[in-house]
Nanobody, 126 residues
Framework: QLQLVESGGGLVQPGGSLRLSCAAS????????IGWFRQAPGKEREGVSC????????YYADSVKDRFTISRDNAKNTVYLQMNSLKPEDTAVYYC???????????????????WGQGTQVTVSS
């Protein structure tokens, strides 16, 4: 069974930075498009960023463009989300997920993903 584990969340002040990690086990992560999603209390889960397979092309939601950077380390079988200039509205539980099909351009739609991590809390507050 495919498995994803997120880490790196925490409490940070506005304007600060965090780096989230998404480690994969039982499959080769670069064979799948990987997405980062977030869900704030009372809101629907929304796509933040994703990285395609196999070319690694990144995509970003408008709300995080120029602040967040997604990357992939194939040797470590891990995808990262570097988050800079964090805002209170970035507060949410962040999830990584693997797309349903191999070697696809990624999209920021929940329905296209089938394997999800347990989530990591990011809180941006002074």
């Amino acid at each position: 069974q495919l498995q994803l584990v997120e880490s790196g969340g925490g409490l940070v002040q506005p304007g600060g930075s965090l780096r989230l990690s998404c480690a994969a086990s039982r499959f080769t992560l670069d064979s799948y498009g990987i997405g980062w999603f977030r869900q704030a209390p009372g809101k629907e889960r929304e796509g933040v960023s994703c990285i395609s397979s196999p070319d690694g092309r990144p995509y970003y939601a408008d709300s995080v463009k120029d602040r967040f950077t997604i990357s992939r380390d194939n040797a470590k079988n891990t995808v990262y989300l570097q988050m800079n200039s964090l805002k209170p509205e970035d507060t949410a539980v962040y999830y990584c997920a693997a797309m349903r099909e191999l070697f696809r351009r990624c999209v920021l739609s929940v329905d296209n993903y089938h394997t999800w991590g347990q989530g990591t809390q990011v809180t941006v507050s002074s």
